[in-house]
């Protein structure tokens, strides 16, 4: 289930206590340390409810606030926060030994945490953050401990911190796709990775592997998105491009029952469907789409199509007009 909330409509008297309600409800119960105009008050929040996750996007115009004693006394249970910063901040808590922590953020960084902790956090400017709601139930076990000993910084661009974005960026774009017990699962394999950046317990380190995988995996797709219609893409150069051996490259694509190379061609054959089948392509030859996209043997492209679709690329460009005309 996909929500969203805004000030915009809401009296301006009101708008501070209806976005910390918001706020409170799908994210955090927190308390802003600066006081703002409220004929100016904005708060805009996204989020997309599973069966135990939500994932969110919010930003609001406070530039300080702060999680309470008082606050983490009212929730009734706890629950774990995987944040993504996008402006500039300083984060301050306490660890579960009681001392103070200091960490300051980029955008891109990744910040985990309880809610049974108190922080104060100062931004730039305003806040803006996305991230993903866990349930105690299922980080708990993961974790080394049960628990977090303290909150965790992450780097957006170490190696952990990229794997970690890609599949939480792969996770937004599947979840309205998918039925709430799969995107659970989805939600669930993601919250291995963030067992690893934390500390991971036996059965977490195995959760985190296979999420590790899942991460690499998506990566590597990606890369194929964004190399497609390039004629030399092969499983050498992806493999270099990506950091990784060739086996690696492989056995990444081995548990998906596809090969690279049958995953290009498929990537390669949607994408000239949809150019045949588009309007605005209408003037281009079936071999300019093929070799456009990729294919540098119009006989190997023609072979493929009728095979994956069931009708060669012409004869499909004419169903297509019959339909788009009627």
Excluded at 97 to 106: F, K, N
Excluded at 154 to 183: C, K, N, W, Y
Excluded at 298 to 305: C, D, G, M
């Amino acid at each position: 289930m996909r929500v969203h909330y805004s000030t915009d409509d809401v009296p301006p008297r009101d708008r501070e206590s209806y976005w910390l309600d918001i706020v409170s409800k799908h994210v955090l119960k927190v308390t802003p340390n600066d006081r703002q105009d409220l004929a100016t008050y904005w708060g805009r929040l996204d989020a997309q409810v599973t069966q135990r996750f939500i994932l969110f996007n919010f930003e609001d115009c406070h530039r300080s606030r702060g999680r309470t004693a008082a606050d983490v006394r009212r929730d009734t249970s706890v629950k774990f926060h995987l944040h993504r910063v996008h402006r500039e901040r300083v984060y301050t808590t306490a660890t579960a030994h009681g001392t103070e922590l200091e960490i300051r953020q980029i955008p891109g960084d990744f910040y985990v945490t309880s809610s049974e902790y108190p922080f104060q956090a100062t931004m730039r400017d305003w806040l803006a953050v996305s991230g993903l709601t866990i349930p105690y139930e299922v980080l708990s076990p993961l974790l080394a401990g049960g628990r977090l000993t303290r909150p965790v910084s992450l780097r957006g661009g170490s190696p952990l911190g990229s794997l970690l974005g890609t599949a939480l960026d792969a996770a937004v774009a599947q979840i309205p796709l998918l039925s709430p017990e799969l995107g659970d699962a989805v939600l669930q394999n993601l919250s291995g990775l963030v067992a690893l950046a934390c500390g991971a317990s036996e059965e977490g380190q195995s959760s985190g592997q296979e999420s590790l995988r899942t991460a690499r995996l998506e990566v590597a797709k990606r890369y194929i998105d964004q190399h497609l219609a390039e004629p030399d893409l092969v499983p050498a150069g992806a493999a270099a491009a990506l950091g990784i051996s060739l086996r690696h490259l492989h056995l990444l694509f081995e548990p998906t029952g596809t090969s690279f190379a049958q995953y290009v061609t498929q990537r390669r054959l949607q994408q000239c469907r949809a150019a045949l089948a588009s309007p605005t392509d209408i003037a281009r030859s079936v071999a300019d789409i093929a070799f456009g996209w990729g294919f540098n043997s119009l006989a190997t492209f023609y072979r493929a199509f009728e095979r994956e679709f069931g009708m060669p690329p012409a004869a499909f460009r004419t169903m297509g007009a019959m339909g788009n005309a009627d």
